[in-house]
């Protein structure tokens, strides 16, 4: 490592070559999905290499290694949850409103009847399915509160399939 730290390619790819293995393994354990390991993987020797030179000799290789190992595993969890809540916290992902197995009908369906929402309906639901932005920001734009911008789109959301459902769509109401 420490010759890797002075800027000796040949020695990372010994680092590389001797401990990839025990690494991947140890992803494997933790992740249990190959996708996810090889992605923390990746990002592990990113880690190791942009840190090459705060290793000190004092700390053996392998837990040092290891600690950056945990600690992309720990951070690959927590986006992964963030990512997990994002899509909770959207709720209503557009997608499934113009899938006909969701309810809503097809996109031209959805389409068609948005002109007959409310300006604060349409404007709510460009921000959250067009411009991708959670409740709290589209609070922030119509200057209104979190939960009042997750009624407004909840409201929008169960008119257009009453709209859809009542021009002879087959489609199930809230």
């Known amino acids: 490592m420490l010759s ?9 790819e010994e680092l590389y070559g001797r401990h990839k293995s025990r690494v991947f393994g140890f992803l494997m354990g ?8 090889e992605d923390t993987f990746q990002a592990i020797f990113a880690k190791l290499h942009q840190n090459r030179h705060r290793y000190r000799q004092d700390i ?3 837990p040092w290694l290891f ?6 595993v720990i951070d690959h969890v927590r986006k992964k ?4 809540k994002y899509v909770t916290d959207s709720e209503y992902p557009m997608e499934s409103y ?7 009908g097809s996109m031209d ?3 068609s009847e948005l002109a007959r929402l409310s300006e604060s309906q349409r404007q709510a639901l460009e921000l959250r399915f067009s411009q991708g932005l959670t409740f709290a920001e589209i609070a922030e734009r119509m200057q209104t509160s979190a939960d009042n911008s997750r009624q407004i789109i909840s409201r929008a959301v169960r008119k257009l ?6 021009r002879g769509g087959k489609h199930e109401q809230d």
């Open 4 to 12: 890797y730290s002075a800027g000796d390619m040949e020695a990372f």
């Open 30 to 37: 933790k992740l249990k999905d190959r996708s996810e390991a």
């Open 60 to 62: 053996p290789f392998l």
């Open 67 to 72: 600690t950056i190992s945990r600690n992309a």
């Open 81 to 84: 949850a963030a990512r997990r």
């Open 98 to 104: 113009a899938d006909p197995d969701q309810g809503l």
């Open 109 to 111: 369906e959805v389409l």
């Open 161 to 166: 399939r009453s709209l859809i459902a009542g």
